[in-house]
């Protein structure tokens, strides 16, 4: 059984930094595409970044990009969410999923592609 346990969010003010882990457990890290997402008050889940199994590709949604940076320690089994110049649009639950085995740039932003899903971690930017 896979588990996923995220940490690291919390308040920041507006312009701040978080950096968000996710652990995973119950199979082999390095084989799977990980993806970060998020879910504002009233709002849908929506992607925010993924990673390719070796690390060496990602994707990020617009809003985020250049601001955010997903990476990987596959020897820690733990991937990484760099959350920089934070705004109080960034306000969210967010989660992190392991995907499938192939790196697939589109399917990566749908979180019908992913199979399992920690329990959340709140990130609340005060403006």
């Known amino acids: 059984q896979v588990q996923l346990v995220e940490s690291g969010g919390g308040l920041v003010q507006a312009g701040g930094s978080l950096r968000l882990s996710c652990a995973a457990s119950?199979?082999?890290?390095?084989?799977?595409?990980m993806g970060w997402f998020r879910q504002a008050p009233g709002k849908e889940r929506v992607f925010v970044a993924a990673?390719?199994?070796?690390?060496?590709?990602?994707n990020y949604v617009d809003l985020v990009h250049g601001r955010f940076t997903i990476s990987r320690d596959n020897a820690k089994n733990t991937v990484y969410l760099q959350m920089n110049s934070l705004k109080s649009e960034d306000t969210a639950v967010y989660y992190c999923?392991?995907?499938?085995?192939?790196?697939?740039?589109?399917?990566?932003?749908?979180?019908?592609?992913?199979?399992?899903w920690g329990q959340g971690t709140q990130v609340t930017v005060s403006s």
């Open positions: 999923a392991q995907g499938g085995s192939s790196w697939s740039p589109n399917q990566s932003r749908r979180d019908q592609w992913y199979d399992y």
């Open positions: 119950g199979r082999t890290f390095s084989g799977y595409v």
């Open positions: 990673i390719s199994p070796s690390g060496g590709m990602t």
